[in-house]
């Protein structure tokens, strides 16, 4: 069974910078593909980047493109999330999921995912 937790979340001001990880364990994190989304109240939950099994492509959003970085170290089976120069449109609770598969990308309603950790950018 795939268990995923989610830290670095936090309260920063904007343009500040913050760096999200996520520590999986339980089965081979490289069979994986893995991905980071968010969820705004009031808003579906949206995919802000993915990376492939092996961290050689990449997906992001438009909105973050430029600003924030995925990477993985299966080494230490865990997954990142560099996020600069934040905006207050980025508050959410950030998740990140696991799914069998060897494409970059998969749906919010696919894999395995962690509690989330809160991101909350002021203006």
């Known amino acids: 069974q795939v268990h995923l937790v989610e830290s670095g979340g936090g309260l920063v001001r904007a343009g500040d910078s913050l760096s999200l990880s996520c520590q999986f364990s339980?089965?081979?994190?490289?069979?994986?593909?893995m991905g980071w989304f968010r969820q705004a109240p009031w808003k579906e939950r949206e995919s802000v980047a993915s990376?492939?099994?092996?961290?050689?492509?990449?997906y992001y959003s438009d909105s973050v493109k430029g600003r924030f970085t995925i990477s993985r170290d299966n080494s230490k089976n865990t997954g990142y999330l560099q996020m600069n120069s934040l905006k207050p449109e980025d508050t959410a609770v950030y998740y990140c999921?696991?799914?069998?598969?060897?494409?970059?990308?998969?749906?919010?309603?696919?894999?395995?995912w962690g509690r989330g950790t809160q991101v909350t950018v002021s203006p």
């Open positions: 999921a696991v799914h069998a598969t060897i494409a970059v990308t998969f749906r919010a309603t696919q894999g395995s």
């Open positions: 339980g089965r081979s994190f490289s069979g994986y593909a």
């Open positions: 990376i492939n099994w092996s961290g050689t492509s990449t």
